[in-house]
């Protein structure tokens, strides 16, 4: 069964580091997003691709964070400087459909728990 | 007025009964629903989405949508221990593109 991979699947650093997440969507999916989850709450989007064009960013500290999806395929995403608040657990999940279809289905990654120190 | 909200539980059941899982959204425009399972430190699963009002089976599980109401549920029938987890209700509202909006979730215990 095809996957969502993700790397690292934890990440410890101290704050004012950089760090960058991957994440390798389903083969064949178009759309691929990136949200951020902490503890006691749902999903946050920050990122959202079409192919390699960014559909929605709004949610991105864009002070800090950067995303990119080069051919379209894989994705990073960095943070520089990490700060305390920024520990939470990031996802990445993948769509066949369009973005911005009202019938979107997105399927998860494992995540990486990230804890800034 | 949160966008999507649930009740945060916990949800406390006997195994073998019927688990309610309830979820009220704000934008009227919304299509689609969808709810995803989350086990603890886990990322989120997807078990079943519903576009249209009424019910929707799959297995043990049912997705009831009331637009007019505004709230789409999540029966879980002959609960077992192995459902305890958290359930989040997410809703695709045409405002802002059909973003993907979370609610915080539902946690789910099943007692043996």
């Known amino acids: 069964e095809a996957e969502v991979a993700q790397s690292p699947r934890y990440k410890i650093t101290e704050k004012s580091q950089a760090v960058a997440f991957w994440c390798d969507p389903i083969s064949g999916h178009a759309t691929l997003y990136w949200y951020r989850q902490i503890l006691g709450q749902g999903p946050e989007l920050l990122v959202q691709f079409q192919d390699e064009s960014v559909v929605d960013d709004s949610q991105l500290p864009k002070d800090r964070f950067s995303a990119e999806r080069l051919k379209g395929v894989d994705s990073t995403l960095k943070i520089q400087p990490a700060e305390l608040g920024d520990s939470a657990m990031y996802l990445c999940?993948?769509?066949?459909?369009?973005?911005?279809?009202?019938?979107?289905?997105?399927?998860f990654g494992p995540g990486t728990r990230l804890t800034v120190l | 007025q949160k966008e999507v909200e649930q009740n945060s539980g916990p949800l406390s059941v006997p195994e073998g009964a019927i688990a309610s899982l309830n979820c009220t959204y704000s934008?009227?425009?919304?299509?689609?629903f969808f709810w995803y399972r989350q086990y603890s430190g886990k990322s989120p699963e997807l078990i079943m989405f519903i576009y249209s009002n009424g019910d929707k089976e799959d297995g043990r599980f049912t997705a009831q949508l009331n637009k007019a109401s505004q709230y789409v549920s999540l029966l879980i029938r002959d609960s077992q221990p192995s459902d305890s987890a958290t359930y989040l209700c997410a809703v695709n509202p045409p405002t802002g593109g059909f973003k993907t909006i979370f609610g915080a979730g539902t946690r789910l215990f099943v007692k043996a």
């Open positions: 999940a993948s769509s066949p459909g369009l973005a911005g279809s009202s019938t979107d289905t997105q399927y």
């Open positions: 934008d009227r425009g919304s299509q689609s």
